[in-house]
């Protein structure tokens, strides 16, 4: 009996397999558009510590769905292998959807930034996406950097949400300037008042093989 795929690719895309390389990567099979669901990732949850304990070659697909928490795709499908881009067109709704970032033409591949989902060091790797954006090295506190807290605002998995926004408080609270005759200058805080990431993102991630 066939086991159905640990991950869902929507109809909206397609799994490829580069007959030369053998490399995976989906295509969007159709227009899609913007906030329509492409993918749900799916498989076992394991510590970073059983992660580590896999075989060499298992594994391959892992995404980090909450702190020292990883979901590794058990059977393996098209849903898996969506792969990383600096200027992705989708990102994280919660913790294992995919959706569309912007509108999506038929014919191009469908990717998204590790650093939605990644708030760990597991999967580390060379970029060379080609972008103008592209980090050329994929880090795993590539979460930190403030420009893509602006640019995946609402897209990042929650718990690395929460973890965006204590970092901006920290960092709020730090340049507020003190208190001088009972009241506080409240134009060191109005960053602290009106940013606010909306909970609402969470991404498989392929982890490339060398």
């Known amino acids: ?16 397999v580069d007959a030369r390389t053998g490399n995976r990567y989906v295509l969007a099979a159709r227009d899609i558009r913007r906030g329509e669901r492409i993918a749900v990732f799916g498989g076992s949850v394991l510590t970073r ?11 391959r697909y892992t995404l980090q769905i909450d702190e020292d928490l ?7 499908g098209p849903g898996d292998w969506i792969n990383h881009s600096c200027a992705p067109n989708t990102g994280m709704r919660g913790q294992i959807t995919l ?3 912007r509108d999506i033409e038929a014919g191009e591949e469908i990717c998204f930034d590790y650093a939605m989902s990644d708030g760990s ?8 996406c080609g972008s103008s954006w592209c980090r050329h090295r994929i880090r795993g506190d ?3 950097l403030p420009q893509l807290w602006e640019r995946y605002e609402g897209h990042f998995s ?16 730090a340049s ?35």
């Open 1 to 16: 009996m066939n086991r159905n795929p640990s991950s869902f690719l929507a109809n909206c895309a397609r799994g490829c």
């Open 49 to 59: 510590t059983d992660l580590e304990g896999l075989g060499e070659g298992t594994g």
């Open 70 to 76: 990883y979901l590794v795709s058990t059977d393996d």
């Open 99 to 101: 959706v569309a970032l």
């Open 121 to 128: 060091h597991y999967d580390e790797f060379d970029c060379a």
């Open 142 to 144: 590539d979460w930190q």
């Open 158 to 173: 929650p718990y690395l949400l929460a973890k965006i926004e204590t970092l901006h408080l920290e960092t709020a609270e």
């Open 176 to 210: 507020t300037p003190q208190v001088v005759e009972g009241r506080a200058n409240s134009l060191g805080r109005s960053n602290e008042r009106n940013w606010r990431p909306r909970l609402r993102g969470g991404r498989r991630q392929v982890t490339r093989s060398s």
